[in-house]
């Protein structure tokens, strides 16, 4: 039992002083690599936000025509019952 409770003692101490050791070396390691992260998110972010702006133009411009077309038709069936009436 005592055996037991004295590794565990080693064991914890080993530990404490590698992660002392480790961190510095994980953090220069990860800190590139969380930043590569964050700004390929935001690039994703800034696509994502183009293509939204992209389809609205486009379903804009599919409305814009479509308003014409229906105004256009009016107008050529308003200018069709004039001429008839003025025969």
């Given at each position: 039992?005592?055996?037991?409770?004295?590794?565990?003692?080693?064991?914890?101490?080993?530990?404490?002083?590698?992660?002392?050791?480790?961190?510095?070396?994980?953090?220069?390691?990860?800190?590139?690599?969380?930043?590569?992260?964050?700004?390929?998110?935001?690039?994703?972010?800034?696509?994502?936000?183009?293509?939204?702006?992209?389809?609205?133009?486009?379903?804009?411009?599919i409305?814009?025509?479509a308003?014409?077309?229906?105004?256009?038709?009016?107008?050529?069936?308003?200018?069709?019952?004039?001429?008839d009436?003025?025969?």
């Open positions: 039992m005592v055996q037991n409770s004295f590794e565990r003692m080693v064991i914890g101490t080993a530990l404490a002083f590698a992660a002392s050791a480790l961190l510095p070396i994980a953090k220069t390691t990860f800190r590139p690599l969380a930043e590569a992260g964050m700004q390929g998110g935001a690039n994703l972010i800034n696509r994502g936000k183009s293509y939204i702006q992209l389809a609205r133009q486009e379903v804009e411009d409305i814009a025509e308003q014409f077309e229906r105004m256009k038709k009016q107008l050529d069936q308003e200018i069709s019952l004039l001429d009436t003025q025969k």
